[in-house]
């Protein structure tokens, strides 16, 4: 059975004169494969043979670069600079002088299996060591990112209030500018209905344009966020992203907010007179 595996090891490179056939097939046998961050920095590339030890200075063993991969866009893994190099689990095992030791190992199970019984049953035999479903791994290891999501839940909030607020207090300045042609409506005989409603469209428009304004605001700038901090840190993780139910629900609770501000903007100023709006 062939698993890869990820170790940490040094790694030298060195020019040396070509070993004979038997030698040359022994090596080429001893395949790994490493990040393409440690393929750039280092200018290796597939075919390229190094050397790897478990300790700096040690000879080693020569081994061939048969792959280089991607890292997955993982949050845990953004920051770190350290490169990772996969080998055979029989390779690696030789290498670092140890035995049938593994820190973990991941077990699947076949579809349709219950994955409750089938942990109960191998930590019931478990003896050294303990069997968690991946997704409680997970878990465990996310709170710090959980505690980010929070954080980044109590901006948005107070963020909305803010700006409900900012418009609520725009809309009631724009209302109030326009009290003397509200108090002609008035004079003339439109109805205090129809003049909110007309203050209420005016205002779902604004927050419409506004909405489509912002949206186009925030996805330059998750363009650029992105482009900016997957060059830094190398890697295809996604920093800043604008879905469209994203995009739907900032809508929706914009209309919602203008339209309430506009209605009670209108119905402010509609109960006073018409004289009273023209200052008499």
Known sequence: MRALLRGVVAIALGVAIAPPLAAQRAIAQRGIAIDARMAEDLGLAVGARIRISARPGEPGDSATIAAIYERK?????VARREYRVRLHLDHLQQLLDLDDRVDRFAVGTREGQSIDSALARINHVAFGFRAHKS???????????????RFHTAIGIITVVASAVFLLCLLLLSVEERRRDIAALRLMGISRATVVRAIVIEAALVSLIGSVLGAGIGWIASLLVNAHFQQLYRTPLVFALLTPQIFAFATGLSLVLGIGSGAAAGWRLVKSSPLSLMGR
Not at 73 to 77: I, L, Q
Request: cysteine-free.
């Open 73 to 77: 866009a993982d949050p845990a893994e």
């Open 135 to 149: 997704r409680d791994v997970a878990v465990q290891s996310s709170r710090t990112f959980r505690v980010v999501e």
